[in-house]
């Protein structure tokens, strides 16, 4: 696999408190051209220098309103500054500009981009991550990597969708 320049990034927590709460896992789609990956950290696993690691052949990474979520929350956790070390796009504020207004999970349905596991949204993950955490239930955390790999894997069809809409509107004003 040559160079990958391109990663989607989206984290899992326990919460929404960057000073109580904890990061359960770091799903990273890094992508080139056709070539792409997934990498997850997962519990232990999500330290420094694991993430320094996965990320060392990005240089431009793509978030829905991470600037403001994830990479504070990363920050604050990890005490890495994602924003001063790689160029970043929150695909977020691209939305507002094309009027699609909403958390992630209501602008993939208005853009029709399909979601295996319906019905699991943020609260979801925290309680999957603590059934799996407190109860060893396996399948919990399955699910749970399920549904960050479909956040990441999305992020990178809605930065698709979002060129081409803003395409369209380009091509309307010419």
């Not at 029709?112 to 109860?135: D, F, H, K, T």
Request: glycine share 8%.
């Amino acid at each position: 696999m040559e160079q990958l320049t391109d990663a989607y990034l989206d984290i899992e927590t326990t919460g929404l408190s960057r000073l109580y709460d904890d990061i359960t896992v770091i799903g990273i789609y890094p992508c080139n051209g056709k070539d792409s990956k997934l990498i997850q950290l997962v519990g232990e696993q999500v330290t420094r220098d694991n993430l320094i690691k996965a990320l060392e052949t990005v240089s431009t990474i793509y978030t829905y309103n991470g600037s403001r979520f994830d990479f504070p929350f990363i920050d604050a956790s990890l005490g890495i500054n994602l924003e001063a070390k790689f160029h970043n796009h929150d695909l977020m504020y691209d939305c507002w500009r094309s009027n699609l207004y909403g958390g992630f999970k209501s602008v993939e349905r208005q853009l029709g981009i399909p979601r295996q596991l319906q019905g699991i949204g943020g609260l979801g993950a925290v309680l999957l991550w603590w059934e799996y955490r407190n109860g060893g239930d396996q399948n919990a955390l399955d699910l749970l990597l399920q549904y960050n790999k479909e956040d990441v894997v999305n992020l990178k069809a809605l930065r698709e969708k979002l060129i081409n809409l803003l395409e369209a509107h380009s091509d309307r004003d010419t």
